[in-house]
Each structure stands twice: as C-alpha cells, then as structure tokens.
C-alpha cells in the first residue's frame, strides 16, 4: 500500500493515453454490465411469483389448446396439491395493438388462495372486486402507464374471444389497484389486470367449460417432480394429455424460444474483451516501454525483481479496476433505460454485475504481465543506457 | 498541395510496419465494432427477408375482424362460402376459387440443438393448396394424403426441429401422424411449419371453424374490388390483406427490436473504438514529431501534415472495417437459426449478410476513423515547429 503514490503517479505518467485507454476499459465495462444483466435476465425470469412450490399444467402438445374445466376436481385430488387455480390467455390490447395488457381472468378465491402473500390488495379494494362483476384489480404501474382511475371504466380489446354478440371488446370497471410484494416480480407483473372468471365464461362467444392452463401449489416443493407426473398420469390417453412443470420450467422454456440470447451476448462480449485486450495491452506495453530508465534506476535503488513486476502489475491493476468499477457503475444507471426501451418484464439485477470485478481482474493480469515481466527482467545497466 | 499530401502520406504509409502494435489496434478495434454490427443486423435482414418472401401482391388473407393474428382467429364454413364467391378471386378451369380455407395451431417439437421444446406451426390448408401457393414444392417423400393423419413438413422446420424428417411419426392428441414428406416454398416462412389436411386437423383439434382464408386474386389490382366486397358485406365481419402487408406486420416489431439492440451495442463499441484510435494516432503524431517539424521547416505546409494523417487512420479503419464484414460474412451469412416469431410459433430463417449491409459497416468504419484521426492530426498540423525540432 505504501507505493500507492508511486503507481498513481506513474499510471498518471501520460494524461491522455491513460484517459482514453480508461474511457475505452469503461465503455467495454458498461457493455459487459448490460448484456450480463439481460442475459441474467433471461436466465432467471421472474415467472409471476413462480416459487419453487408453483407447477403448471398445459395441454401436452401445444400452449394454445385448451384444457376440460372438469380435470380441476381431479387435480385436488392428488396428494400434496395444495390449491389449484384455472386461467385463460386474454390476448388483449388497450386502444392499440401495442399497448398489451396482460388481462388474466382468475377465479377470485382459488387464485388468491393459491398466490397467497403474493399481492399488496387493500380490504376495501379486495371487497370491491369481490362484489363487483365486472370489476377489474389493476396493477398500480399499468394504472400509471394509461393514466386510468379507480371507478373509471375500461375497455379492452381481446384479439381471440368474442362476446356473445360478436363484440371483441370487453369492458371493465376498475374497482382497485395491487402491487405485488416481491420487488423482483414488479417487472414481470407490470402490465397485470386481473378479472373475474365467471365474467369471462359467462360472455365469451364459445369455448366455455374449456381453461387455458392449471396452476398448483403443492405443500412439499421436493415432491413437486412427482406430483407433477401424478397430475399428468390422471390423464394419459385422454383426448386432452397434460404437461405438468414448475412454473420457473415454463416460463424458461418459452424464453428459450425466442433463441440462443446466452450465445448472441457472450459472442458480442468476446469480440468486445478481444480487441480491449488489444488496445489495453498495447498501452501497457508503451507505457513500460518509455519507463526503461526510470525502472533500472528503481532497480538501482534497490527495488527487487519481483517488486518491480508487483509495480507494473499493480499498475495494470489499477487502470482495469478504476475502469470496470465505472463501467458497471455506469452500467447500473443505464439499466432503467434498457428495461424501458422494450425489457419491461425482465427484472434487471445487480447481481449479475459482480462477476465484472473478476473480468476486470484477468484483463488486468493478461495485459500486464508481458510488460511486468518485461520490467523484471530488465538488465540495470541496459536500462540506464536507454537500451531496450 | 497536392505532390506534397502524396509525398508525407507515402511516407506515413512506409513507416506503418514499425509501428504494427499500435496500428493493428485501429484495425482490430474497428473490425470487432463491424463484426458485431453486421452479424446483429443480418439476423434482422434475415428475419425480415423470411417474411417479406412470404407472400404475393396478387394473394390476399382473411381472417375475423379485430384478430391481429390467424392464430387468433375464427371463420365459419359460412363465411368460406361468402369470400369464395367474392369478386376478383381466381377461379380453377372448373369454374372453382382458387382459396385454401385454412387452421392454424401450433404442436409442441423438441429443438434440434437443444432440445428444450418449442411450439411450431400445425397449418391446415385446403385442397387448392398447390393452386394458392404454386411456390411449394417437395423435396423429399410425397404429398399427404387427406382424410389420413399426414403431414409434410418444411425444410426449415426439419432442419431445426427433432424428428420431423420423412418416414417420422409425431404423436399429436392421443392419435399418431406420419410425415410423408419434406417441401421447399422459396424460403418463406411456411418452411418453418408442419402442412396437413385442413380437414383432418379440424377433426383432430375438435374444431369447427377456420383460421383464415388465402385466396389467389385474378390479378393484384384486383384485390381494392375484393377487400371492398368483404368488408361491406352485412354477413361478415372480416379483416383483408394482401399477404405481404400481413406478413411484413408480424415481422416488425422483432425487426425493429433487433435493429435498436445492434446498433445501440454497435455505437457504444465504436465509442470504444474511437478512444483506441485517438490513443493510436496520438502516440502515432507523437513518435513522428521530430519528422513533421522537419518536413514543416522545408517548406511543406499545414494542410498536408493534417490530411495525410487523416488519410492514414481512414486506411487502418477501412482495412478494420473489411475485415469485421469478411467475418460476419463468414461466419454468419446463411447461417441458420429460429426464433419465436409474431404468431406464437417458431420461425427458421437464415442471417444474410448483404452488400447494402457490408456498406453499412464500411461506411461506420470510415466514420470512426474520421473521428479518432480528426484530433491527431489537428495536433499534428499545429505542432510549433521550432520547438519540436529543439526537442532533439
């Protein structure tokens, strides 16, 4: 610690080349921070509220196929479930086809049950809903985002389900908002309107009797493997075959559609840390190079072999360090951008960025240590000479 | 001027190999920026370029009005009848519309690489299949037959999905299928997807109605007479599209996303870049201070000095920026992947490299050669001559 200065002073040595090789270590920091974040992302979704004690259960061979209502008495029936719950994809917009809301029909008791602790709902918010039939429970961001007010009234357009006289529009009346307890679940839940069920089997035009998928808690999360495979034994050689899995399993499967993202962003990485390498290695090994005389006179001073590499190394160190720390910092304020410029429902977390340090740490070492060694080796009286 | 800006640029040029290090940072640091580039952009390129081949000006879709999407969407054999019998449809020599009545679902198959499931396009088409979509061709095996649990499956599918080559049998509903062959269609966006009997699909998926309508028009012109038709008459409520206005909707907003992420990565890379080559020139000017002074004191002027280090790092950027296309070309044109597309289902389609993008890349790698060269030079023009020639 004690040669603190001595390295500052050195790494100082020539302003601009260590500025731009900083703001260069710094930009490939802050790229690394992003991609690593949304890769985290995509690696952990956050599948609404999905504990490692939630399953769900769609029909076996395709998402968009439905399922009989009657397999929920059966599905109680298995040991260790404890609450089901049935849901219907709404498929719905607000005003535009860009404006999704993720409109979910819920059976108010089962779901509340089965998410119990999830939702921040207020009593009188939650009665309202209850006793209101077409009442809708928003979530507080998507109110924000629309600018709608409790009591107000919405209309939704669902792209799939017909009302009874061919209207594709649904209406609903706003009776309150929630929140949801888990902060990492806000993104996921942002553009969350929960309705009645009933509402929906009663209007819809066909289809009725039929549910989109099951959702279960199961009061053993080590069992849900086997209770899963119970559920889907109920019904083999049906007609209507179902598919059992945690839903942290869905919700990654379906993410893993949309392609190889890990490969996308490590290929983007490599060829960012590649030519980095590059650019920071050569500044290192210029840096030495134009110290030659002032390292022998270290030396002569009675610096050792290996303190003189310590020196260099440190040096390397400290520049890839005081880069990566504000790349990522950077990284972290930016974030809030990426989510809103089309990540909404990918929870950003910091967590990924801590893996940067290690990065920073064997950039440090690779670009460094030619030149270190370089130093180390260097012969007091060539050096003295100006000889290289 | 002129004779003088050849003489100090030439000169520049000779005395590049003693200062490799530094120069090759130039040219790394622009080609990774290009590689990276081209490589995002023509998985949009190619993504699009799927979509848009999908589909003729003279063919129209129709599905139920508000439905966004034919995976959504609900026609009744009612509503068949009334398109088939709607002005401007091309009808077959006996007398008969040249309309597939369609259903769209899509059937859980593993990926090839990964084997993680993925949901893929089951399309019933109707008996006029080859007279709608005259493209499709098959490769390999035959065609279904109907009333038979059959499929065909295209090329793209086959080569990304598990099990779907010909002679496999796909276990769909408790009943078992076979696919009887494999189709090319000019490398649109059916080739990513299963073909079966419209019929039988409906029976099997317990369906009554259809997904959508694809009628082949009498001409391209006809379908302003066609569409008018359709959504004046009180029978139906319907939305009609020429197939590449469909089309090109389901591509745009993954196209548009993959365009903001490549060229955000892209431009925070080149900022990257740029710092290097600023470094690069910088210590470039440096090393050749001595040189400039003296070429200054015998009478060569500011100008030169400027523009030919100018020219030097636009060299260096240009050669970075061929090399990183070259890679992406290399690497990635024809490279073939899938993704989950606009209508729930998975789309195959291939990354093209193409000229218009290669001169895109080019065209960043000059400008941040223009950029980090500016400064140096500036530096260079303006270095007090005595001084620097005292410093000897």
């Given at each position: 610690m004690k040669y603190f200065p001595l390295i500052w002073a050195t790494l100082w040595r020539r302003k601009t080349r260590t500025i731009l090789t900083l703001l260069s270590i710094v930009v490939a920091f802050l790229l690394f921070g992003v991609l690593e974040t949304v890769d985290y992302a995509f690696a952990h979704p956050g599948a609404g509220g999905a504990g490692a004690d939630k399953l769900i259960t769609t029909n076996k061979y395709s998402i968009t196929l439905s399922l009989p209502f009657s397999y929920t008495q059966q599905i109680r029936?298995?040991?260790?479930?404890?609450?089901?719950?049935?849901?219907?994809w709404f498929g719905a917009y607000y005003q535009e086809s860009k404006n999704f809301v993720f409109a979910l029909p819920i059976d108010t008791e089962s779901y509340f049950q089965l998410h119990q602790d999830e939702f921040i709902v207020s009593d009188a918010d939650m009665h309202a809903f209850e006793t209101t039939r077409t009442g809708a429970l928003v979530n507080t961001a998507l109110m924000q985002k629309?600018?709608?007010?409790?009591?107000?009234?919405?209309?939704l357009h669902s792209t799939i389900w017909t009302q009874?006289?061919?209207?594709?529009?649904?209406?609903?009346?706003?009776v309150g908002t929630f929140s949801v307890k888990d902060k990492t679940q806000q993104g996921a839940q942002s553009s969350t309107l929960?309705?009645?069920?009933?509402?929906?089997?009663?209007?819809?035009?066909?289809?009725?009797?039929?549910?989109?998928?099951?959702e279960e808690r199961v009061s053993d999360p080590l069992q849900s493997a086997a209770i899963g495979s119970r559920i889907d034994s109920l019904f083999a050689n049906s007609s209507n075959e179902t598919k059992t899995q945690p839903a942290k399993d869905f919700a990654l499967a379906f993410i893993k559609q949309l392609g190889d993202i890990g490969f996308i962003i490590r290929a983007i990485l490599g060829a960012v840390f590649f030519t980095l390498l590059f650019l920071t290695g050569n500044t290192m090994m210029q840096s030495v190079r134009e110290r030659i005389p002032e390292l022998a006179v270290l030396k002569t001073l009675g610096f050792s072999n290996p303190q003189v590499l310590g020196l260099v190394l440190s040096e390397s160190l400290l520049l890839c360090l005081l880069a990566a720390v504000a790349g990522l910092a950077l990284s972290y304020t930016v974030l809030p951008i990426v989510k809103e410029a089309g990540l909404q429902g990918l929870e950003l977390s910091a967590a990924a960025l801590a893996p940067g340090i290690g990065v920073a740490v064997l950039l440090s070492l690779i670009v460094g240590l030619p030149p270190a060694l370089r130093a180390m080796r260097l012969n007091i009286v060539d050096g003295l000479a100006g000889k290289r | 001027m002129f004779k003088q800006l050849t003489a100090i640029t030439v000169m520049n040029l000779r005395t590049l190999p003693q200062r490799l290090g530094a120069s090759s940072v130039i040219v790394i640091g622009i080609a990774?920026?290009?590689?990276?580039?081209?490589?995002?952009?023509?998985?949009?390129?190619?993504?699009?370029?799927?979509?848009?081949?999908?589909?003729?000006?003279?063919?129209?879709?129709?599905?139920?009005?508000?439905?966004?999407?034919?995976?959504?969407?609900?026609?009744?054999?009612?509503?068949?009848d009334v398109i088939s019998n709607a002005p401007g449809v091309a009808k077959d020599g006996a007398g008969q519309a040249v309309l597939s009545n369609e259903i769209v679902s899509v059937v859980n198959v593993p990926k090839a690489d990964t084997g993680t499931d993925a949901n893929i396009t089951l399309r019933g088409v109707g008996a006029k299949l080859l007279e709608v979509r005259p493209e499709l061709t098959l490769v390999d095996g035959r065609m279904f037959h109907p009333a038979v649990r059959e499929v065909i499956a295209g090329v793209g599918a086959v080569n990304q999905f598990r099990g779907l080559t010909t002679g496999s049998v796909l276990h769909l509903r408790n009943a078992d299928w076979t696919v009887t062959g494999v189709f090319s269609s000019n490398g649109d966006i059916h080739e990513?997807?299963?073909l079966a009997d419209v019929n039988t699909v409906g029976s099997a998926l317990e369906r009554t109605g259809f997904s959508s309508a694809v009628v082949l028009l009498t001409s391209a012109a006809a379908f302003d007479a066609f569409k008018d038709a359709l959504t004046t008459d009180p029978r139906l409520k319907v939305d009609v599209q020429r197939e590449p206005s469909y089309y090109a909707a389901q591509s745009q907003q993954l196209t548009t996303t993959i365009n903001i992420v490549g060229n955000t990565v892209a431009i925070i890379m080149a900022i990257g870049a740029m710092f290097g080559a600023l470094n690069s020139m910088y210590s470039a000017v440096a090393a050749r201070g001595l040189e400039i002074a003296t070429l200054r004191a015998i009478g060569f002027g500011a100008s030169p000095v400027l523009l030919s280090v100018m020219i030097e790092t636009l060299m260096l950027s240009l050669i970075g920026g061929v090399i990183g296309a070259?890679?992406?070309?290399?690497?990635?044109?024809g490279h073939t992947v899938s993704t989950l597309g606009g209508a729930f289902a998975q789309v195959v389609f291939q990354l093209r490299v193409t000229p218009a993008l290669i001169v895109t890349g080019i065209v960043w790698a000059c400008l941040i050669g223009l950029l980090g060269g500016f400064f140096p030079a500036l530096r260079a023009a303006r270095l007090p001559v005595a001084a620097a020639l005292r410093a000897v």
């Open positions: 029936t298995v040991p260790g479930v404890a609450a089901v719950t049935w849901i219907s629309f600018g709608w007010k409790v009591g107000g009234k919405v209309p009874k006289n061919g209207a594709l529009d649904w209406t609903f009346d706003i929960l309705f009645h069920y009933e509402m929906f089997d009663e209007g819809r035009s066909f289809g009725k009797g039929n549910v989109g998928w099951f | 990774g920026v290009v590689a990276v580039l081209v490589s995002v952009l023509a998985m949009s390129v190619g993504f699009r370029h799927t979509l848009a081949d999908s589909g003729r000006a003279d063919r129209a879709i129709v599905l139920r009005g508000g439905s966004d999407a034919e995976l959504n969407s609900n026609l009744t054999r009612e509503d068949i990513s997807e299963l070259g890679l992406a070309w290399t690497f990635f044109n």
